[in-house]
């Protein structure tokens, strides 16, 4: 993983472990890599990591087995999965709604341009 600058590394190695519970590479009551294994494996401070993984605990997407470690709480992949679409629609489907009013366009031709971009990048 390569940390920028533009966030603070605690935030960017948190992000790093959401996308890995919901791409299923942590599956939900796994193990996660433990403080240490962080610290070392990215060469960073250990109260970095620990605060990191703080980030994922407090939303309830991480749980500490006193002595074992830190795992992946039951429904944590759903809960990121909701998260991220209501984030999607404030970030983008609002703005492509605001955008689209000052165009003028109607929502037909909105709509319309939904579907041709569905098209485009269908799999």
């Known amino acids: 993983m390569q940390f920028t600058e533009d966030r603070p590394i605690f935030q960017q190695l ?36 620990l605060k990191g993984i703080n980030l994922l605990v407090d939303a309830g997407l991480l749980y500490k087995k006193r002595g074992v470690g830190m795992f992946v709480a039951p429904g944590a992949r759903e809960k990121l999965r909701q998260d991220r679409r209501e984030r ?28 041709r971009g569905l098209q485009d990048h269908g799999d």
């Open 14 to 49: 948190a992000e790093q472990l959401e996308e890995a519970i919901l791409a299923g590479t942590y599956p939900e009551e796994s193990q996660v890599p433990s403080i240490t294994e962080y610290s070392v494996a990215y060469k960073i401070n250990p109260a970095t990591a």
């Open 88 to 115: 999607f629609y404030h970030d983008y489907v609002q703005r492509t709604v605001r955008e689209a009013r000052n165009l003028g366009l109607t929502d037909r031709e909105l709509l319309d341009l939904l579907e």
